[in-house]
């Protein structure tokens, strides 16, 4: 099935706008339905607008769905945006399966994206959003006591050992378990720290919430993609499948990536942390009730060493501003994208190869479904 794997360089591109432009460009010379959503206020560095862009392809009214999310966590996306032009280029002329259509979603978080950040421009982390704002928010009590030592006032060699230091105490008192939920479960209370859910729907959620309503009022079959960076071994794919414990769905996901891929995974060796307000969640809800099958999948980069590169994203978004130093702040952000986008040529041909296998895996899939 498909075209001869494409050349990386011409799947990955240098900044958002660069993507948005080969997205919108495979799209329409493909013959898929396009359509955008302009952000109200955020703009690019440059000033120009920012927008979700979404393509449709086969017939709109299909019962069964394969959707495909990238820019969840803004600066990730270029891995993500860079898997769907692969297949536009690749399989997108093809005919899709009977009864089929496929949804690309491209730059959900387009702040992030275009400004290299993995959160919005409220600083929310976009994949912690998804709750229900009506009622109080999820708890996180060891959170409080933990943010000073994860976003120090300077990013120097002595205030990250005095985190270190603090971060070792915890584990050593709690367990590494208790640590990794803490700092990745998301949290409500401090809007300068990390994986903060906000305090109500952002622009990227309800956005994302009028392309359910919009291009998936017919489908009855979903299988979900949301391409993401940073966890498993360096290249590799690594799921993170949220449909119930024994659930068709879950059988389903795990027949198409394999059992070993889908079931049972540790991030990073670690119990899963309690995930809240994830995107996954909110499709879910948009769905209402139809069956929906999939899972977010990571591209693993540098391991357990993301975890200064999560604090770091954080410091030059709120503590660098204090005390300006542009070669060093120019140095720590190409450091933070390298972090979630290596430039390495094998990763990027990893990215490129894997992620077209799981989407025709996915589409493969759920035509049988």
């Not at 050992?161 to 050593?172: I, N, Q, S, T, W």
Request: glycine residues 10%; proline residues 7%; aromatic residues 8%.
């Amino acid at each position: 099935m498909g075209q001869p794997l494409p050349d990386y360089w011409t799947c990955f591109s240098t900044d958002y706008v660069a993507a948005r432009e080969a997205f919108v460009a495979a799209a329409t010379a493909r013959g898929a339905a396009l359509s955008r959503h302009e952000h109200p206020t955020a703009r690019d560095r440059q000033g120009q607008p920012l927008t979700v862009d979404v393509a449709v392809l086969g017939r709109p009214g299909a019962a069964r769905t394969h959707l495909a999310i990238s820019g969840t966590h803004g600066l990730e996306g270029a891995a993500g945006s860079a898997v769907q032009l692969a297949w536009l280029l690749t399989d997108g002329g093809l005919p899709l399966p009977p009864d089929v259509n496929v949804v690309l979603v491209h730059a959900l978080n387009p702040y992030g994206y275009a400004h290299d950040t993995r959160t919005t421009e409220n600083n929310v982390d976009l994949n912690r959003n998804f709750i229900d704002h009506t009622l109080p928010a999820p708890s996180n009590p060891h959170y409080a006591a933990l943010h000073p030592h994860l976003i120090p006032r300077l990013w120097t060699a002595d205030a990250l050992d005095a985190g270190a230091e603090a971060l070792d105490r915890f584990r050593e008192e709690h367990g590494a378990d208790t640590l990794f939920n803490v700092t990745a479960s998301g949290q409500y209370t401090h809007p300068d720290g990390l994986v903060y859910g906000g305090n109500g729907p952002e622009w990227s959620n309800r956005t994302l919430r009028r392309i359910v309503d919009e291009h998936l009022g017919a489908s009855e079959r979903v299988a979900f993609i949301d391409w993401h960076t940073g966890i498993g071994d360096y290249g590799k794919p690594f799921f993170l499948c949220f449909n119930p414990e024994g659930s068709e769905e879950q059988t389903q996901a795990a027949a198409w990536w394999g059992s070993d891929r889908v079931l049972d995974q540790r991030p990073h060796g670690l119990a899963r942390p309690d995930y809240q307000g994830l995107v996954f969640r909110g499709v879910e809800q948009a769905l209402g009730g139809r069956r929906l099958a999939g899972a977010v999948v990571e591209f693993g980069t540098r391991g357990l060493q993301m975890r200064a590169a999560l604090r770091l994203d954080q410091w030059l978004r709120f503590q660098a501003p204090a005390s300006p130093d542009p070669a060093r702040d120019a140095q720590l952000r190409a450091d933070l994208v390298d972090a979630f986008v290596p430039v390495s040529s094998v990763w990027r041909r990893h990215v490129v190869a894997h992620g077209l296998q799981i989407t025709r895996q996915a589409i493969a899939g759920l035509a049988a479904w």
